[in-house]
């Protein structure tokens, strides 16, 4: 199929050709939403659990666009400060949080393979669970997203499998409202394993090369969670991981996370990675990290590693969760409605624009700087970075000054008639 760059190429050569004001208005809204990176990148089917709808992040963070997070032949490649999520369905440009898959994967294992593409000193590849299904405020980013940092402003409960580059890796559990967590691995004061078994050639898992990641949660005869255990393996050599909290208390909370379902979050990101990677690493260089990583062959079996069969629930969670997509109507902003997330808005010919990193509003047209119109406790100054595009249609503002002119030039026709029969009436009196 083309690009989204020559679709929009190709629609904007047609707008050219068009002779009808509307539908050039229409197709250059069009060729500036193809243009865009796209928020549902495709479907894979995943054994265990069914078919997921991957939802990309259009914000790595409030104040900084992600990139884009791909699906290519079956293998899921995100772009640097790309950010995807796990979904039953998936439609452009639209959120909510029923969206999101929820993996119950309490007794269970979820597997598989990693190609870190020379992700080095400074980089880091994540794979990591959160409990987004279960959060109703939009957040930051737009799109419901949370974690135990509140990247986006939302906190929630965090599992995070994998942080890795080709020198360290990383597996923690955090309750939320615990950024730190309690984990191990490679790699940052960690030891669970050496640089001569994992690492750029290393004798068991040689970096270089993809390998695969089985994450198991096991319980104990009471059902509650004892662990998070992590085993990468590559052509039968293997080195392991294990995270748990002291205390029970925490455990429950993850173990309550878990059985409710918790949705996978795949992403790349970079830079103050010393946390993770020094030592070994002496120095970070965050600049030579590539700029895409690859995720494959995941799957969902019980703990011996037998297969388990809950298609038939995702199917029905997907249905739902598409039907309830295409009836959420327009959620394009209004007067006086901040912007940002919806990125359209509801009047002709009105745009949203940015302010700064916590308003944006629909107007016809903005200038950077103090706009006069604010209320005088908020003037600050307006970016009027465009946020989305142009709503088709002429601005109610333009329209009324069109009807003005109309009628004044029918009134003015008006007098001129009457002026004129006026005048014929005195002639055939004389």
Not at 210 to 221: E, L, R
Not at 340 to 360: H, L, M, N, S
Not at 394 to 418: E, F, H, I, V, Y
């Amino acid at each position: 199929s083309p690009s989204p760059n020559s679709e929009a190429s190709g629609c904007c050569r047609a707008m050219h050709r068009s002779k009808s004001v509307m539908l050039v208005l229409i197709v250059l809204s069009w060729c500036s939403l193809v243009a865009q990176a796209r928020i549902c990148p495709g479907k894979l089917y995943v054994p265990g659990y069914g078919n997921v709808s991957f939802t990309n992040a259009r914000q790595n963070t409030p104040s900084m666009a992600a990139r884009e997070v791909e699906l290519q032949n079956d293998r899921l490649v995100p772009r640097m400060w790309g950010r995807t999520y796990f979904g039953n369905a998936c439609a452009e440009g639209r959120f909510d949080h029923r969206q999101y898959a929820a993996f119950k994967l309490l007794g269970r294992t979820l597997k598989y393979s990693v190609n870190l593409r020379s992700q080095g000193c400074g980089c880091n590849v994540a794979l990591y669970l959160v409990s987004m299904r279960q959060n109703p405020a939009v957040g930051g980013c737009c799109d419901y997203y949370c974690d135990a940092n509140s990247v986006c402003g939302v906190n929630c409960a965090e599992i995070d499998i994998q942080e890795a580059n080709i020198y360290a890796w990383r597996s923690t559990l955090h309750v939320a409202y615990d950024g730190g967590g309690a984990g191990d691995g490679f790699g940052g004061g960690r030891s669970a394993f050496s640089a001569d078994r994992y690492g750029p050639g290393a004798a068991c898992i040689d970096t270089n090369a993809p390998f695969q990641v089985a994450c198991s949660f096991p319980v104990d005869t009471e059902g509650n969670l004892t662990s998070m255990d992590v085993a990468l393996s590559q052509n039968g050599c293997s080195v392991s991981v294990s995270a748990k909290y002291p205390d029970k208390p925490q455990m429950q909370h993850l173990k309550e996370a878990l059985a409710q379902g918790m949705t996978p979050v795949a992403s790349l990101w970079k830079g103050g990675m010393g946390w993770l990677d020094s030592p070994p690493c002496l120095a970070e260089n965050a600049s030579a990290c590539p700029d895409t990583t690859e995720f494959f062959d995941f799957s969902v079996t019980d703990l011996a590693g037998q297969p388990i069969n809950d298609d038939s629930d995702a199917a029905m969670e997907a249905a739902a969760a598409e039907e309830m997509l295409a009836n959420s109507g327009s959620q394009c902003s209004g007067p006086h409605e901040d912007c940002r997330c919806a990125q359209c808005c509801q009047r002709p010919g009105t745009r949203c624009y940015e302010k700064d990193g916590y308003w944006g509003a629909c107007k016809e047209k903005c200038v950077p700087g103090i706009d006069p119109e604010d209320e005088p406790q908020f003037r600050t100054n307006w970016t009027c970075r465009p946020l989305g595009p142009r709503t088709p249609g002429m601005p109610s503002t333009s329209l009324d000054a069109s009807l003005q002119k109309k009628s004044s030039r029918k009134r003015g026709s008006s007098a001129s008639t009457t002026s004129s029969s006026s005048s014929s009436s005195s002639s055939s009196s004389s």
